[in-house]
C-alpha cells in the first residue's frame, strides 16, 4: 500500500483541500472504531468531505487505486459496521450536515447525510411534524447510519423502520456516479434494497424523508411486575384485543437494579419486571386505548400503575429505560450488548432459555427489550479483569443468538450484521441465500470497494462480465477461482 | 425435423422428466397475443425450480403468472416459451396470529388470505383492488389501494420472501420476525419487479388488528383547486385518516374527495372532520378500480402538493387528445388512476402529460396496439443501476422479458 501512504492522500487533498484530509496517526485514531469498541483498525486517510460531488471524486479516486472505502456517521454503530480498513480511505460525513430543504405540504424534508436523526425533528416540531423513526441515540446518530442500518426505535412497532420513511436518496455509487434512487420511480425498488446495506451498495449523500404529523394525543404508562412472565403475558393480551402501542418496552429485575443505581429512575419498588406501554394518535382513540391497557396490566397482575400524560412525567418514566445501556455499567465492569429478535410468542421459551444459559455459565444477563416486537437486547454482564469471564460472556452470548435463529427469529433486530456478525449469517441463511443477496452487491460494487468485509461471512467472486457467457469464465479455466 | 423443431422437442422431453404437471398453451394462454409453447403448474417452491432449471437447459423465456388478473398489465413480453402458473401453489397459510404474522405461497388469493385472517380478528392492510388477485401477482406489481396512506403499499408489509431465480436457485430473504435487520432486503426488490428478476415463491407479511370500527366520510369540491385545499386539510388532520381519495368521474363534473376513518371512536372522529368543507354523497366501501379491460388504465404519481396543476394538466391535455378522463386514487398520497378510453390520442396525451408535470405517468394496461406505440414506463432514475441487477440475477434474460423499465 505505498500508493496508499505517498500518492492518494495527495490526490485527495487536491480535490477536497488538505484540511478535508487527515493522515496525522494522532487524529485518525479518533476513527479507529464505531460504537463497537473492542473492534478497532487505524484508518490508512481519513476524509472529510462536503459535497456529493466531493464524495463521487473520492470514490473515482479509491477507483483508480482500486483502495476500499468505508463511510462513516457519527460512528455510534453497534455491529463494527464503520471500522475503518487499514488499506483504505474512511469517509466520514460530519461536514455534510445541511438540512437541504423543509417541504410540509409534500411532509417531507430532505437532507445531507451528516444531518442527525433529532435534528430533524427538531426543525419542524414546531408546525407539528416529526421524523418517526426515533433509535434510542437519535441525539447523535446520522440519518446517513440510519439509511445505512435501515434502524428503528422505540416506536417501531407502530411507525416502522427508516425504510417506511425514506422517500428517495441520492447516493454514490461504488464506481463514482451520483445516481438518484427514488420510491416514486417506475422501475425496482432501488432505495429499499439500499436502507440496511450498511454501506456495501455506496454511499448515500442526500436523504428525502417523509414526515410524521405529531400525534394529538400521548399517555406513557408504566406498569410494575412481580415476575418476567407476567409481564409478557400483559403484552400478549394487549395485542390480542387489537391494540397497537406505539412503544411496550420491558425491563427486567437485573436491568432495573442496573438504571436504579445509575440514575434513580424510582421505578416501584419490589418490581421483578416493569413494562411501559406508550400510546398515541387520536384522543378519542387513546382514551379507549388507555382504558384497556390499565385493565389488562390489573388483569395479569401489575401490582402498581403509572401513568404520564405531560412531558416531564413521561420523561421520568422513560429516563430508566433509556439510560439501559449505559447503566450497566454500573454493576459490571464489562458488558456486551446483544441484539436478537424472536416472535412475540417465544418469549417467555427464549427468556427460560436465557436463564438457563447464564446459570450454566455464570454470566449474569439484564434484559431490556421491545417486547412488542420481539426485539431482545440482553446485556452479558462480566468482569474483564476475571480470566476466561471475557470468553464465557461471548459464549453467552452467541447462544442467545442461537436460541433466537431456533425459535423462527433474527440474529439482529436493529444493530445491523457489520463485522460482529457477519460468521453468525449462515446460521440464519443458506449459502444460496446470501449468494443471491451478493449478486445485487455484483450489481452495484462489482469490485468489492464499498465497506467490503461487512454483513457477508464470504465475498462472492463477482466476475468481469455480466450477461449470457457460454463457455467456462478464464479464473475458472486457469484455477484461480470456482464457477458460482 | 428443423433445428427449432428439434430444440422443442428436446425441452419437451426435459419438462416431462421432472414430474412437475405441464400442459401445452392453448389459446386461453396467450399473453399479449403471444401464445406460450407450455404452462408448468408447479405445487411447492421445489417444483418450481424444477420447472426454471429444464427452462434454463432449454434457453425458455419464462413468464409468472398469478391469477391472471393483470396480465394484460405492462408492455407485452418479447418472448414467452413457458407460462408458470401458480395457482396451485395454494397451502393453507401459516398464521401466527399471537405474532401477527401470516407466510403464504405465492397462489393463495388475497381473498382467501383475508378471510382466513379475519377469523382472527387481524388482517393484511393492503386493499386489493381486483378480485383473484394473488399473492405473488399483488406483490409483483406491488398494486395497493386507498389505505397506503397509512399503512405504506406491499413493500411495507412484507417482512419475508423466498423467490427462485431464472437458474433455478432458491433464495430467501427476511423471515418471520417484523423486526430483522440481517441481509439484504430482497422482498423490496422483487416487489414490482413485474416477473422480470425471477418467481416469487412464498411471502410473509405483518398484519393488524381489524380496525373496531371503520367510517368513510365524503366532501364535494367544485374544482381542482379546491380539492387540493381538502385533500391537505384531512391529511393533516389529527383524527388521522387512513385514506384520503379522489374521484373525478369527467373534467366537466365536481371531484368527490374522500376519507377513511377506522380504530376506536371513529364515527366521533370522522365527525368531527365534517365542518372541513361540503358533505357529498358517501362513496362504496372502496372506490372501485376502473375496469381497465378495454381501455386504458395510468398511473398519476406527482407531490400530494402538486395535485391541483397535476388534475389540470390531465384535463387540458386530454381535451387536446380527444379523450375523456376519469381520474381516481389515492390524493394525499399523489398516487393517482386515470382510466382513458381506447383512442389514438393516447401515446399524445401521454407525453404531453410527462411533459408538464412533477412526477412520473405510468401506462399500467392499454389495447396491445395502442400500447406498442408508447413507451409504457415512461422515464425513471438509476435505470443503468436496474440494468445491472437484473443482469446479476437473470444474466440470459429469460425472465419476463421486456415487461419492465427501459425493455428490462
Ligand atoms: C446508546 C446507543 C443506543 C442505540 N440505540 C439504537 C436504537 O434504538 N435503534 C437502532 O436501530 N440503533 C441504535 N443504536 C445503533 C446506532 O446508533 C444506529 O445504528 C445508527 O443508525 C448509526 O448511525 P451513525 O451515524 O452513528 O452510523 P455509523 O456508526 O457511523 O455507521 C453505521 C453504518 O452506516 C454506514 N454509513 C454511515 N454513513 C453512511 C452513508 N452516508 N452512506 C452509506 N453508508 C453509511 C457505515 O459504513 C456503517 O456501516 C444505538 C447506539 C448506541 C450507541
Known amino acids: 500500500m505505498t500508493e496508499m501512504a505517498d500518492v492518494l492522500p495527495g490526490r485527495l487533498a487536491g480535490v477536497l483541500g488538505a484540511d478535508a484530509v487527515i493522515t496525522d496517526p494522532v487524529r485518525l485514531r479518533t476513527y479507529e472504531c464505531d460504537g463497537l469498541t473492542y473492534h478497532r483498525a487505524t484508518p490508512g486517510v481519513v476524509v472529510l468531505p462536503e459535497t456529493a460531488e466531493q464524495v463521487a471524486a473520492v470514490v473515482r479516486l479509491c477507483n483508480e487505486y482500486g483502495v476500499p472505502f468505508v463511510a462513516r456517521g457519527a460512528g455510534t454503530g453497534l455491529s463494527g459496521g464503520a471500522l475503518p480498513r487499514t488499506d483504505g480511505v474512511l469517509l466520514v460525513t460530519s461536514r455534510m450536515r445541511r438540512i437541504v430543504e ?48 435501515n434502524s428503528g426505535g422505540a416506536h417501531c412497532l407502530k411507525y416502522g423502520f427508516t425504510v417506511n420513511h425514506v422517500e428517495a436518496l441520492e447516493i454514490v455509487t461504488p464506481d463514482g456516479d451520483i445516481v438518484t434512487l427514488d420510491t416514486r420511480d417506475p422501475g425496482y425498488d432501488l432505495a429499499g434494497a439500499f436502507v440496511g446495506s450498511e454501506g456495501t451498495l455506496g ?102 400503575l403509572r401513568t404520564a400524560d405531560g412531558p416531564e412525567e413521561r420523561a421520568a418514566i422513560w429516563k430508566g429505560r433509556k439510560s439501559a445501556f449505559a447503566a450497566v455499567g454500573r454493576i459490571s465492569p464489562a458488558y456486551i450488548v446483544q ?57 453467552v452470548s452467541a447462544r442467545i443468538l442461537d436460541l433466537c435463529v431456533e425459535n423462527g427469529g433474527s440474529i439482529t433486530g436493529e444493530h445491523g450484521v457489520g463485522v460482529d456478525k457477519a460468521r453468525y449469517m449462515p446460521r440464519m441463511f443458506s449459502k444460496d441465500d446470501l449468494d443471491t443477496m451478493q449478486l445485487v452487491r455484483c450489481a452495484f460494487d462489482p469490485r468489492g470497494l464499498s465497506n467490503p468485509g461487512k454483513v457477508f461471512p464470504t465475498p462472492r467472486l463477482c466476475g468481469e462480465v455480466p450477461g449470457v457467457r457460454k463457455g467456462v469464465h478464464p479464473l475458472v479455466a486457469s484455477g484461480k477461482a470456482e464457477q458460482f | 425435423m428443423s433445428g427449432a423443431q428439434e430444440s422443442r422437442r428436446e425441452a419437451a422431453a426435459s419438462l416431462e422428466k421432472i414430474g412437475v404437471t405441464i400442459r401445452d398453451g392453448g389459446p386461453g394462454d396467450e399473453v399479449a397475443g403471444l401464445r406460450p409453447s407450455w404452462v408448468a403448474l408447479p405445487e411447492s417452491t421445489d417444483e418450481i425450480a424444477a420447472v426454471l432449471r429444464a427452462a434454463a437447459g432449454h434457453d425458455l423465456a419464462v413468464l409468472p403468472v398469478g391469477g391472471g388478473t393483470k396480465l394484460h398489465w405492462g408492455p407485452p413480453p418479447e418472448r414467452c416459451d413457458l407460462l408458470l402458473d401458480t395457482c396451485c401453489l395454494a397451502a393453507a397459510p401459516d398464521h401466527a396470529a399471537g405474532d401477527l404474522v401470516v407466510r403464504a405461497q405465492a397462489g393463495v388469493t388475497m381473498e382467501a388470505l383475508a378471510g382466513l385472517l379475519a377469523r382472527s380478528g387481524q388482517e393484511l392492510a393492503l386493499d386489493v383492488p381486483m378480485a383473484g388477485a394473488t399473492v405473488g401477482g399483488t406483490l409483483a406489481t406491488a398494486t395497493a389501494g386507498p389505505r397506503r396512506f397509512r399503512y405504506g403499499t406491499a413493500r411495507d408489509l412484507l417482512i419475508g420472501i423466498t423467490v427462485v431465480l431464472a437458474d433455478g436457485t432458491v433464495a430467501r430473504s427476511g423471515g418471520r420476525v417484523v423486526k430483522n435487520v440481517a441481509g439484504y432486503d430482497l422482498g423490496k426488490l422483487f416487489t414490482g419487479s413485474y416477473g422480470t428478476l425471477g418467481v416469487i415463491a412464498e411471502a410473509t407479511f405483518r398484519l393488524h388488528p381489524l380496525p373496531a370500527q371503520r367510517r368513510w366520510i365524503a366532501f364535494t369540491a367544485p374544482d381542482p383547486h379546491a380539492a387540493r385545499a381538502l385533500v391537505a386539510a384531512l391529511a393533516a388532520a389529527q383524527a388521522e385518516p387512513s385514506a384520503v381519495e379522489l374521484d373525478w368521474p369527467d373534467p366537466g363534473a365536481p371531484l368527490t374527495v374522500s376519507a377513511l376513518i377506522e380504530g376506536t371512536a371513529a364515527d366521533r372522529r370522522a365527525a368531527a372532520l365534517l365542518p372541513l368543507g361540503e358533505a357529498a354523497a358517501l362513496p362504496p366501501e372502496y372506490p372501485e378500480y376502473e375496469d381497465d379491460a378495454d381501455g386504458a388504465l395510468l398511473e398519476l404519481r406527482v407531490p400530494p402538493a402538486s395535485l391541483a396543476t397535476a388534475l389540470l394538466t390531465v384535463r387540458d391535455a386530454a381535451e387536446r387528445a380527444g379523450l375523456s378522463p376519469r381520474v381516481s386514487g389515492a390524493a394525499a398520497s399523489g398516487v393517482l388512476r386515470i382510466a382513458l378510453p381506447a383512442h389514438e390520442g393516447l401515446s399524445g396525451f401521454v407525453s404531453a402529460v410527462r411533459a408538464a408535470i412533477d412526477g412520473r405517468l405510468i401506462v399500467v394496461a392499454a389495447p396491445e396496439p395502442l400500447m406498442r406505440r408508447l413507451d409504457p414506463w415512461g422515464e425513471t432514475g438509476a435505470l443503468t443501476l436496474m440494468r445491472r441487477v437484473k443482469e446479476r440475477l437473470d444474466p440470459g434474460r429469460r425472465m419476463s422479458p421486456g415487461r419492465f423499465v427501459g425493455g428490462i
Open chain 1, 203 to 304: 454511499v448515500t449523500t442526500k436523504i428525502t424523508v417523509r414526515l410524521s404529523r405529531t400525534p394529538e394525543s400521548v399517555i406513557t404508562l408504566l406498569a410494575a411486575f412481580r415476575d418476567v412472565e407476567t409481564g409478557g403475558l400483559a403484552v400478549s393480551r394487549i395485542i390480542a384485543e387489537g391494540i397497537v402501542p406505539a412503544a411496550i418496552e420491558m425491563m427486567d429485575a437485573l436491568a432495573i437494579e442496573a438504571a436504579e443505581a445509575a440514575v434513580r429512575c424510582g421505578y416501584p419498588q419490589g418490581a421483578a419486571a416493569v413494562l411501559i406501554v406508550e400510546l398515541d394518535g387520536p384522543a378519542a382513540e387513546v382514551a379507549g386505548q388507555f382504558a384497556a391497557v390499565t385493565r389488562i396490566c390489573e388483569e395479569s397482575g401489575s401490582f402498581e
Open chain 1, 102 to 149: 423543509i417541504d410540509l405540504p409534500n411532509r417531507r424534508a430532505v437532507v445531507e447525510p451528516g444531518v442527525t436523526n433529532l435534528a430533524i425533528t427538531e426543525a419542524v416540531r414546531d408546525q407539528g411534524y416529526y421524523y418517526a423513526p426515533d433509535p434510542s441515540s437519535q441525539q447523535v446518530c446520522s440519518i446517513g447510519g440510519n439509511v445505512a442500518e
Open chain 1, 339 to 395: 441484539d436478537g429478535v424472536v416472535p412475540r410468542t417465544a418469549l417467555p421459551r427464549v427468556l427460560a432459555g436465557i436463564d438457563r444459559l447464564s446459570a450454566e455459565h455464570g454470566i449474569r444477563v439484564a434484559n431490556v427489550f421491545h417486547a412488542g416486537d420481539g426485539n431482545l437486547h440482553p446485556l452479558v454482564l462480566f468482569d474483564d479483569a476475571e480470566p476466561g469471564a471475557g470468553e464465557r460472556a461471548e459464549l
